[in-house]
């Protein structure tokens, strides 16, 4: 299974991974469309900065992932690739996953009308290599088996 | 209010950066990366906002955009045309207002002439066959070092006891750049393209970091008038050491690496206090004269053991030739030629821009002059510089190069734009630049693997060129200046570099 790796002496700190990802999760795919036109959906993967140190930071894919036994309906499932993905139809943003998660990396989308939902990184299912991986300039995130 | 437009410090932005209001899309990249402060974003109005005096056109910022929104333009010349002054407006309010001569980086960039283009090679037609370099065999092995005058064969080999020589697999090597100048991940890019490609990158003269001596066997280590990181296991672990006299950007006068730059490493490396100006004497203090050098050379050579090959690199001036002859006489195994167009991590501008000689001149009038005394064979000849492309390699060697040192090609090879702000320590590329953060932008995996491109598509098209030419070895290129003919050149320069005018 292939995982995105993350190198902190390569990260510039210089979005484009959180770019990427907000472009690939949008509707239109268009960057332009994406930020300035639609609703921008909420970037899977965050870079953190403490000088020196920046490095981005999204799902780890856990093999026993906390996520997963949090969730209360099971709508944060392991899906055919045998990543961790959430089901936006049933998740009803509870956030138990988000307390459970040790790296942080599911986030709030509030928008919905009815119910909140949780969103993370889903490692690009329409895609060969994911999105932050293509756009890091400096392959601070690489794409390889684990 | 971050920054405003002060009258009393104003000098004329030299660049504009022009950014498409509908492509912006705030994701506040060129923010990050612009190590200038020239850029900022303002979270009330939502826009992201340019201070043009502070941007040195490195065009980071238009590099990293994702959505092209970024121009970097030349500020066009606001003052009324003058061809004797406008140049020099800017540069005259800079003194008067800073009270100081303005630092520089990068080579001369004035419009000297570049006689490298001003030659043109040969090619076979007819009367000699061209080779095809990807069906036939083609040398590029390069040997620097003292050859004997003749040399005895047995039937068991070769019975001349050779002179320490230098071998390259391709004539081109890395010119002296320290690590303090550099960055730590340049420095090791320059090491893994070396290793790779079978050929030298040099120490400079800031010493070698310990984790760079698994480099062994590629590294040429510098001795220059500071002496700094200079001890037994570095000498060691040079495959050949340089005595640094001088340097094509800045002839005549040492290094200064400001005490910002010398960090916890570097002041390891250098053997020096941290935070303190690493400076190197204009001259070395105990090199007064050729006998003097002499001395110098044999104290590194019995040090090593007569082992490794001796370098001198000096700056090309006026009497370069003369001075050549006294160090092949002198025991070096190298001379280095250092023409003007050379890089430098800082130099007063003045320097830069009005001392020295062309590489081209020098190079010619050098080989002749030891083809003349009759000691040619005593040393090699490498040639730095100026050296921008594949043909200048070529056209070197045509002239009487044994090898080239390349400085700032490589450093553009791996992203630099030559802003020429290597002297601010804020190189927004990562290469010249000792901050932590900063220096992540070059990743060495990518920069090593940019260096050994550049190296093996030069090699390619030296290949090309020489088989054009009917030769199949460089040693047959080598001061073969009948496959240049000078275009665009009087008499005298004609007569100076040695070759005939187009046509003859």
Redesign the interface.
């Known amino acids: 299974m292939k995982i995105v790796k993350i190198r902190e002496?390569?990260?510039?700190?210089?979005?484009?991974c959180?770019?990427?990802c907000i472009v690939e999760h949008s509707q239109s795919k268009d960057?332009?469309k994406a930020?300035?036109r639609e609703e921008r959906p909420i970037a899977r993967c965050t870079v953190e900065f403490n000088?020196?140190v920046?490095l981005s930071v999204m799902c780890r894919h856990c093999d026993d992932a906390p996520c997963i036994e949090a969730c209360q309906n099971g709508s944060m499932h392991r899906d055919e690739r045998g990543y961790v993905v959430v089901n936006p139809e049933t998740c009803v943003g509870c956030w138990m996953c988000i307390m459970a998660c040790p790296y942080g990396v599911i986030k709030r989308d509030t928008r919905r009308e009815k119910w909140g939902l949780s969103t993370k990184c889903d490692l690009c299912p329409d895609r060969v290599i994911p999105a932050c991986v293509e756009?890091c300039?400096?392959?601070?995130l690489t794409f390889e088996e684990l | 209010m971050k920054w405003m437009k002060n009258l009393k410090t104003y000098v004329p932005p030299s660049f504009v950066v022009e950014r498409d209001d509908?492509?912006c899309?705030?994701?506040?990249?060129c923010v990050?990366?612009c190590s200038f402060d020239a850029t900022f974003y303002d979270e009330e109005e939502d826009r992201v906002w340019t201070w043009n005096a502070n941007c040195v056109g490195c065009n980071r910022c238009a590099a990293?955009c994702?959505?092209d929104a970024i121009t970097v333009r030349r500020a066009d010349p606001t003052y009324r045309y003058n061809h004797n002054w406008n140049g020099h407006v800017d540069g005259l309010k800079k003194r008067a207002i800073f009270g100081g001569t303005p630092v520089v980086s990068m080579g001369n960039d004035k419009p000297y002439p570049i006689y490298w283009d001003h030659m043109l090679l040969n090619a076979s037609q007819v009367t000699n066959p061209s080779i095809d370099p990807l069906r036939e065999p083609m040398e590029l092995k390069t040997f620097l070092g003292r050859k004997p005058d003749s040399i005895s064969v047995s039937d068991d080999g070769l019975k001349t006891k050779l002179a320490p020589q230098l071998e390259l697999d391709i004539p081109i090597m890395f010119a002296a750049m320290s690590y303090g100048a550099l960055s730590y991940n340049v420095i090791e890019a320059l090491g893994r393209a070396a290793k790779e490609m079978g050929t030298y990158y040099n120490s400079g003269e800031g010493g070698l970091n310990k984790d760079h001596y698994k480099f062994k066997g590629n590294i040429i280590v510098q001795v220059a008038s500071g002496r700094f990181g200079v001890h037994k296991d570095y000498l060691d672990v040079g495959s050949a050491i340089e005595i640094k006299i001088g340097q094509g950007a800045k002839p005549g006068i040492g290094g200064h690496l400001p005490g910002e730059k010398v960090s916890e490493t570097i002041s390891e490396t250098r053997m020096m206090p941290k935070g303190s100006d690493a400076l190197s004497p204009a001259p070395h203090h105990d090199v007064y004269s050729i006998e003097d050098l002499r001395q110098l050379i044999y104290a590194l050579k019995e040090a090593t053991e007569y082992k490794k090959p001796i370098a001198v690199k000096i700056a090309c001036v006026h009497n370069v030739a003369a001075i050549a002859s006294g160090i092949a006489r002198a025991g070096a195994d190298i001379i280095v030629l250092d023409g003007f167009k050379g890089g430098t991590g800082a130099s007063p501008q003045v320097i830069r821009d009005n001392i020295g000689l062309p590489i081209e001149v020098s190079l010619a009038v050098v080989d002749e002059r030891l083809r003349q005394e009759g000691i040619r064979q005593y040393v090699s000849i490498v040639a730095s510089g100026g050296i921008r492309n594949s043909m200048d390699v070529v056209k070197a060697i045509a002239l009487g190069a044994d090898a080239v040192y390349i400085g700032t090609a490589a450093l553009v090879a791996i992203g630099c734009t030559m802003c020429q702000q290597c002297h601010t320590g804020k190189c927004a590329w990562?290469i010249a630049t000792q901050?932590?953060?900063l220096s992540?932008?070059v990743?060495p995996?990518?920069a090593s693997k940019r260096l050994i491109n550049l190296l093996e598509v030069w090699a390619l098209e030296i290949k090309e060129t020489m088989g054009a030419m009917g030769i199949n070895s460089i040693e047959s290129l080598r001061g073969n200046r009948l496959n240049l003919r000078g275009v665009g050149l009087n008499e005298k320069e004609l007569e100076i570099l040695g070759i005939l005018p187009a046509g003859e």
């Not at chain 1, 002496?9 to 484009?16: E, P, S, T, V």
């Not at chain 1, 300039?137 to 601070?140: I, L, Q, R, V, Y």
């Not at chain 2, 899309?25 to 990249?29: D, F, L, Q």
């Open positions: 002496d390569n990260c510039i700190f210089c979005h484009l959180e770019v990427a960057i332009i930020f300035k000088y020196p920046s756009a300039p400096n392959e601070a | 509908y492509r899309i705030r994701c506040k990249a990050e990366q990293i994702p959505t990562g901050d932590p953060h992540k932008r990743n995996d990518i």
